[in-house]
């Protein structure tokens, strides 16, 4: 490992430290280390031919006028890069999906998007992590 010197503003400095006391760091340098891993990861998704796996969660509201139906279509539209799907009843009206995906990172962006800008589907998130 290498040991380097930032220069940082007080105000980011004490989100830095609250940040880490929060997430329970040990210090800040692992912190800033997954700070830099996810910003790498982030990139990496926008890459055409980056490759990797990726955790789609959302909530959607089962009662929408088809959205069930879409959601199953494209699912199925887009098999080839699902590994496994977790689904919850979360209540009486809501459902949690949890996909695990793996494929080219811009394809399952692209998928993401397709499923978490359906009406009726909340807290959409996707967390890519390259090869």
Same mark, same amino acid.
């Given at each position: 490992?290498? =040991?380097?010197?930032?220069?940082?503003?007080?105000?980011?400095?004490?989100?830095?430290?609250?940040?880490?006391?929060?997430?329970? +760091?040990?210090?800040?340098?692992? &912190?800033? =280390?997954?700070?830099?891993?996810?910003?790498?990861?982030?990139?990496?998704?926008?890459?055409?031919?980056? %490759?990797? +796996? &990726?955790?789609?969660? +959302?909530? +959607?509201?089962?009662?929408?006028?088809?959205?069930?139906? =879409?959601?199953?279509?494209?699912? %199925?539209?887009? /098999?080839?890069?699902?590994?496994?799907?977790?689904?919850?009843?979360?209540?009486?009206?809501? *459902?949690?999906?949890? &996909?695990?995906?793996?494929?080219?990172?811009?394809?399952?962006?692209?998928? &993401?998007?397709?499923?978490?800008?359906?009406?009726?589907? %909340? /807290?959409?998130?996707?967390? *890519?992590?390259?090869?």
């Amino acid at each position: 490992m290498q =040991r380097i010197t930032i220069t940082i503003d007080d105000d980011l400095l004490a989100t830095l430290d609250r940040l880490s006391d929060k997430r329970g +760091y040990q210090s800040r340098s692992e &912190a800033l =280390r997954d700070i830099v891993r996810q910003s790498l990861a982030e990139e990496a998704a926008t890459e055409a031919d980056q %490759h990797g +796996y &990726a955790v789609l969660s +959302y909530v +959607y509201e089962h009662e929408t006028r088809e959205l069930s139906s =879409r959601l199953v279509a494209a699912q %199925h539209q887009h /098999h080839d890069l699902s590994v496994s799907t977790l689904h919850v009843h979360v209540s009486h009206d809501d *459902c949690l999906e949890v &996909a695990i995906l793996k494929g080219n990172l811009h394809d399952i962006q692209r998928y &993401a998007d397709e499923i978490i800008s359906q009406r009726g589907v %909340h /807290h959409g998130h996707l967390q *890519c992590i390259p090869d």
